[in-house]
Structure formats: C-alpha cells, structure tokens
C-alpha cells in the first residue's frame, strides 16, 4: 500500500484532523474560536476584502442566514469546543 493511500484509509482520518488542527491553530483552543469569530464578525482587514464581504452576503442571502454578534460569539465558542472534543477523544 502506498504511503498516499495509508494516509487517507485504515482510519487515519483522526491523525490528518489532528495535524490540520495543530499546523493551522497550532493546537490552541483560543485560535481556533477567535478565526471562527473573525468569519462569522469581519473585522480590519478582512471586513475591507469586497472578494469576502460578497461571498459572505451571497452566503447569508441564499442559505437565509442572520444572526447576531451574540450567536456568532456562541457558534465561534460552540465551533471550538467540537474541534477540541474530537481531538480529546
């Protein structure tokens, strides 16, 4: 079996997450909430990218989405407590 092949069956979906997760938030927790946030709640320079600010009205407007700074606080936290969860176990 290839090393390709090794990587994406016999279960090694839990390490490809986990190394995700380490290399892109570097396995802390108040990243991984905070650029949830920042996703959800645009800010500096993000908030400024038209690129963004469409894909995000287009989003919003065909999913018919809207919510609130307080929700996206919550989703942001409840995001980050599901990455950790899967990771714990």
Avoid: C, W
């Amino acid at each position: 079996m290839s090393f390709i092949s090794e990587y994406y069956t016999n279960g090694q979906n839990m390490n490809r997450f986990r190394n995700y997760t380490v290399n892109r938030f570097s396995n802390n927790g108040d990243k991984i909430e905070s650029d949830a946030r920042s996703i959800l709640i645009p800010e500096g320079t993000l908030a400024e990218d038209a690129a963004y600010g469409a894909s995000l009205n287009a989003f919003k407007v065909n999913f018919k989405v809207s919510y609130s700074i307080d929700q996206a606080t919550l989703a942001a936290n409840v995001y980050r407590n599901m990455i950790q969860g899967h990771l714990e176990n």
